[in-house]
């Protein structure tokens, strides 16, 4: 299977930051990548899929970027409901694999 | 819309089995792969497989090949998910979602509310 190792696990930051999160997979998945957003006692949200392509109705301060086995999840600038938990989704091949998550929490 | 409504929350003894229920509607429901995701307390996403709700077939992740079916009814929209011989370690949210496919791309676009299955005894 492949692991998908996010960091960091958590951060603080605050609104109007640009936060960046990293997610790097155990081997290469091309741009095999999938950004969620998930808050607590919710179901996860599509973000970014194909690395770096935005899901139709997310805000453009989200965007990612990269490919191979390095990605980024970046906020251009963190606004109040964006604190929550952000994962990676690996779909090159199955099992799709998650990352164990990065919490965005409020400085 | 669309929409996927799970069934409710279950508590269920060690050795026992649990049949989850996920209704679709807003979409036509053989045209979509339904997933099956789960999400132990304070835990990450683990993917549990998948079913083709046109055909009936399945893809299973091997660690639940031996305890899982995923089924589905086409008659009134619903997929399935039972996991048998439960442990405390099945203790968890578990999710239907539904695949899309931008090209090449496949994404997990649209998902249930979450079923909390809890394993004690």
């Known amino acids: 299977d492949i692991q998908m190792t996010q960091s960091p696990s958590s951060l603080s930051a605050s609104v109007g930051d640009r936060v960046t999160i990293t997610c790097r997979a155990s081997q290469s998945i091309s741009r095999y990548l999938n950004w969620y957003q998930q808050k607590p006692g919710k179901a996860p949200k599509v973000l970014i899929y194909?690395?770096?392509r935005l899901q139709s109705g997310v805000p453009s301060r989200f965007s990612g970027s990269g490919s191979g086995t390095d990605f980024t999840l970046t906020i251009s600038s963190l606004q109040p409901e964006d604190f929550a938990t952000y994962l990676c989704?690996?779909?090159?091949?199955?099992?799709?694999?998650f990352g164990q998550g990065t919490r965005v929490e409020i400085k | 819309q669309v929409q996927l409504v799970q069934s409710g929350a279950e508590v269920k003894k060690p050795g026992a089995s649990v049949k989850v229920s996920c209704k679709a509607s807003g979409y036509t429901f053989t045209g979509y792969y339904m997933h099956w995701v789960r999400q132990a307390p304070g835990q990450g996403l683990e993917w549990m497989g998948r079913?083709?709700?046109?055909?009936?077939?399945?893809n299973y992740v091997q660690r639940f090949q031996d305890r899982v079916t995923m089924t589905r009814d086409t008659s009134i929209s619903t997929a399935y998910m039972e996991l048998s011989r439960l442990t405390s370690d099945d203790t968890a949210v578990y999710y239907c979602a539904r695949e899309a496919y931008y090209g090449d791309y496949v994404v997990e676009d649209y998902w249930g509310q979450g079923t909390l299955v809890t394993v004690s005894s």
């Open positions: 194909a690395a770096s």
């Open positions: 989704q690996q779909t090159y091949s199955t099992p799709w694999t």
């Open positions: 079913i083709n709700p046109n055909s009936g077939g399945t």
